[in-house]
């Protein structure tokens, strides 16, 4: 049997995309964790290494992004005027989370405190900056665009392919001017040259990630063989990858083995497709997982990947608050040891999936009463 159809076999929900949803989100608190409450020099090896550079690496936000673009072609409302409009919500949501995570409690933090190089120099950067949902949008009404011009998935993925080559040109980029470094922060990747990330998820280098999740969902609806398929692609892209991955991390260079974060947040166009080659990977895993899940448990991980954006603000928040604002003021310090970071992060992974569930619950039952 073929593994893709001429017409459109696969059009449910995919559970090895929501296994991936779900076990990335739910792994971000801690590796945030680690990320807030880690020394540089912890972060490169152990446990702080490995949520950080490995979980929360080419496992992490390429996944999203690329399950995000794979989501696209499975919406009912995929119009470019439905893409835009989920954009602007997508972009109002990361407004409201910045207030939550990053301007209350910088303000409460220096307010007890008065330190203001722990919560009011950064603070520009971090509330007005890009991060994940920021990128989203962007990249949402960028692909609305793109539609609106009635491109191919193929023609689209060329489009990022050509911002991702150019961007990597446009990298290390810096002006003595904050408004303007956060404002191409949304877009190129600005750097200070330390190891303090201006800009995390610029649109011209992360795009092609998205793009190529669109590209996949295509040719996902129509594909009649799953299990040959990943058998035979995503074996070797994940063979390959762990193997330079491995091999970066003992040269010391990319992603793995590069001095600061910058390293992953301003990747490269040759990594961009050796995180596309991640994703192939770890969806084909993915898939034999589910495929022994039981019923109950796969609900629980539709539920989680419902709920995937929900989570991410609540993890977020409560992490930032936890790390720079309780932890901080009474020790002083915000560094925890590796063990307690990692029991911090799973007690804050396990809570935000607790209460993304209550609030989704709570909103149901409200909008019941009102016979919406």
Known sequence: MAVFETTEVNTGRQKEVDLAKAVVIFFLATIHVYVECSTDDQLWVGLPYFFDSIVGGP??????????????????????????????????????????RFLIPSLVGYAITGDRAMYLDKLPYRFFGNDLLQFAAL????????????????????VGLILSIVGVFLNDTYYDNVPLNIFLGHFIGIDDGTETVVSDFPL?????????????????????????????????????????????????????????????????????????????????????????????????????????????????TLVIWAADVVIYIVRG????????????????????????????????????????
């Open 139 to 158: 990249a949402m009404m960028l692909m609305a665009l793109l539609q609106l011009l009635k491109l191919s998935p193929w023609k689209i993925f060329g």
């Open 333 to 372: 310090s915000k560094y925890l040891g590796d063990w307690q970071s990692l029991a911090l992060g799973l007690a804050l992974s396990f809570a935000s999936v607790i209460l993304a569930e209550v609030w989704v619950r709570t909103k149901n039952r409200i909008k019941e009463k009102k016979g919406v």
């Open 204 to 316: 011209m280098l992360w795009f092609l990630i998205y793009a190529a999740g669109y590209v996949f969902g295509g040719y996902l609806r129509r594909a009649g063989d799953k299990k040959k398929f990943y058998k035979y692609v995503s074996a070797p892209c994940l063979i390959i990858s762990i193997i330079v991955y491995v091999i970066e991390y003992n040269v010391g260079f990319g992603m793995m083995g590069g001095p600061g974060a910058n390293v992953f947040y301003h990747l490269t166009t040759i990594e961009v497709f050796l995180c596309i080659a991640t994703e192939l990977g770890m969806l084909g895993l993915y898939y034999m997982i589910t495929e022994h899940l039981p019923q109950k448990a796969m609900n629980m991980v539709t539920a989680v990947s419902r709920n995937v954006t929900i989570v991410y603000c609540i993890q977020w």
């Open 59 to 100: 496992w992490a936000a390429p996944m999203f992004l690329f399950s995000m673009g794979i989501g696209l072609t499975y919406t009912s409302k995929r119009s470019p005027k439905d893409i835009f409009l989920r954009g602007i919500n997508i972009l109002i949501v990361g407004f409201i989370l910045n207030v939550c």
